[in-house]
């Protein structure tokens, strides 16, 4: 069957339990093949480096084989980064839909509404004033992202959060501490000056499994909550009132996926820093693709996870594996994409 006219096929589904839900064919096969290319980009990325390994050999290294030193370069040095590569690229991207669909705009992501300056200035009051190492370092940058999150909450909050309101107040709340950040830079000496503008780059060099655990906690309690409330996410963007006549509880829609999108934003940057455009391009590419109504939380999240690790791979292959950040690389393609997406919604008429 098709939803509408023109409209992309929609198949009803019944269980033996009585169970029917209907299937979007379209977002299912887009969904699938970003997954493919994500693993794909994943196997490529492991692959690189200065023991290269073709494709064969770390599937074979993976499931068990391999001698020692495959071994010993696939699971302690390049699966850690691969593996926080793909959760900062998931976390990134369901959390850039889920601002983006309650602001109501797609340019409303974590890179443009502050919390990425929030975790950056959280990290570096540990860097500058306490000299603290890389655990120290992410702890204060979730604390900060946190902490920017519940602050454009509470000042944004007038009997619920609004889009617009809510953008505005991010907004202002990132230049304020975009100007904390560069005044903790005058504040610290050239070598902790050194290792935070590194670490505000956004890089996966060096990660390993003290940044895989957290994440991968914080992604198997945050994700499912997010994933589970897509589709009342889908119909608060008819507008708050059609919600309400859906029976959408909206304000507590509102703040349980805000408030895990920011817990996933804020973990994200602590593991490999503020990489940016991630949360705004993955979202906007994944509805291009499966051309479906609402957030595409699920699709969004396997688009983040590919751009995020094929960006590294692509950086890798151009520059060799320590010579440029990843943040550097989507910096310079996120920025193309916000050109286009601006030149196109002024051509459409719609700013």
Same mark, same amino acid.
């Given at each position: 069957m098709k939803s509408a006219k023109g409209a992309k096929p929609v198949r009803a589904v019944r269980t033996r339990g009585g169970i029917s839900f209907r299937l979007d064919v379209r977002a299912l096969v887009v969904g699938l093949l970003l997954l493919a290319v994500a693993l794909a980009a994943a196997v490529a990325l492991i692959g690189s480096g200065d023991y290269p390994m073709t494709p064969a050999e770390v599937l074979a290294t993976l499931s068990g084989g391999?001698? +020692? !030193?495959?071994?010993?370069?696939?699971?302690? $040095?390049? =699966?850690?980064?691969?593996?926080?590569?793909?959760l900062v690229g998931a976390a990134f991207g369901v959390a850039g839909a889920v601002f983006q669909t309650v602001s109501r705009n797609p340019l409303g992501s974590p890179d443009v509404l502050g919390f990425a300056q929030g975790s950056s200035a959280g990290a570096l009051v540990a860097i500058v004033f306490f000299q603290a190492g890389t655990f120290a370092v992410a702890a204060g940058a979730m604390a900060g992202g946190v902490a920017t999150g519940l602050a454009i909450f509470l000042l944004a909050w007038k009997r619920g959060i609004h889009g617009c309101r809510f953008v505005l107040v991010g907004?202002? +709340? !990132?230049?304020?501490?975009?100007?904390?950040? $560069?005044? =903790?830079?005058?504040?610290?000496?050239?070598v902790d000056a050194t290792r935070a503008t590194v670490w505000m780059t956004g890089s996966l060099n060096g990660r390993d499994w003290d940044q895989v655990w957290p994440l991968a906690a914080v992604c198997a309690v945050c994700l499912p909550l997010v994933l589970c409330?897509?589709?009342?996410?889908?119909?608060?963007?008819?507008?708050?009132?059609s919600a309400y006549a859906l029976g959408v509880r909206?304000?507590?829609?509102?703040?349980?996926?805000?408030?895990a999108a920011v817990v996933l934003v804020a973990a994200a940057t602590a593991a490999a820093g503020p990489i940016s455009f991630v949360a705004l391009t993955a979202p906007q590419l994944a509805r291009r693709l499966t051309r479906s109504p609402g957030p595409?939380?699920?699709?969004?999240?396997?688009?983040?996870?590919?751009?995020?690790?094929?960006?590294?791979?692509?950086?890798?292959?151009?520059?060799?594996?320590?010579q440029m950040p990843v943040g550097v690389l989507t910096g310079v393609l996120g920025g193309g994409y916000l050109v286009w997406l601006l030149a196109t919604e002024r051509k459409a008429g719609r700013m």
């Amino acid at each position: 069957m098709k939803s509408a006219k023109g409209a992309k096929p929609v198949r009803a589904v019944r269980t033996r339990g009585g169970i029917s839900f209907r299937l979007d064919v379209r977002a299912l096969v887009v969904g699938l093949l970003l997954l493919a290319v994500a693993l794909a980009a994943a196997v490529a990325l492991i692959g690189s480096g200065d023991y290269p390994m073709t494709p064969a050999e770390v599937l074979a290294t993976l499931s068990g084989g391999g001698d +020692a !030193g495959q071994q010993f370069i696939v699971h302690d $040095l390049r =699966l850690p980064r691969v593996l926080v590569g793909l959760l900062v690229g998931a976390a990134f991207g369901v959390a850039g839909a889920v601002f983006q669909t309650v602001s109501r705009n797609p340019l409303g992501s974590p890179d443009v509404l502050g919390f990425a300056q929030g975790s950056s200035a959280g990290a570096l009051v540990a860097i500058v004033f306490f000299q603290a190492g890389t655990f120290a370092v992410a702890a204060g940058a979730m604390a900060g992202g946190v902490a920017t999150g519940l602050a454009i909450f509470l000042l944004a909050w007038k009997r619920g959060i609004h889009g617009c309101r809510f953008v505005l107040v991010g907004i202002g +709340a !990132g230049a304020m501490l975009y100007a904390t950040v $560069l005044y =903790l830079m005058t504040k610290a000496d050239i070598v902790d000056a050194t290792r935070a503008t590194v670490w505000m780059t956004g890089s996966l060099n060096g990660r390993d499994w003290d940044q895989v655990w957290p994440l991968a906690a914080v992604c198997a309690v945050c994700l499912p909550l997010v994933l589970c409330h897509g589709r009342p996410l889908r119909m608060l963007e008819m507008g708050d009132d059609s919600a309400y006549a859906l029976g959408v509880r909206v304000n507590r829609v509102r703040i349980v996926a805000l408030l895990a999108a920011v817990v996933l934003v804020a973990a994200a940057t602590a593991a490999a820093g503020p990489i940016s455009f991630v949360a705004l391009t993955a979202p906007q590419l994944a509805r291009r693709l499966t051309r479906s109504p609402g957030p595409s939380l699920l699709p969004a999240a396997l688009m983040g996870a590919g751009l995020l690790v094929g960006a590294d791979w692509v950086s890798q292959q151009l520059f060799g594996a320590d010579q440029m950040p990843v943040g550097v690389l989507t910096g310079v393609l996120g920025g193309g994409y916000l050109v286009w997406l601006l030149a196109t919604e002024r051509k459409a008429g719609r700013m």
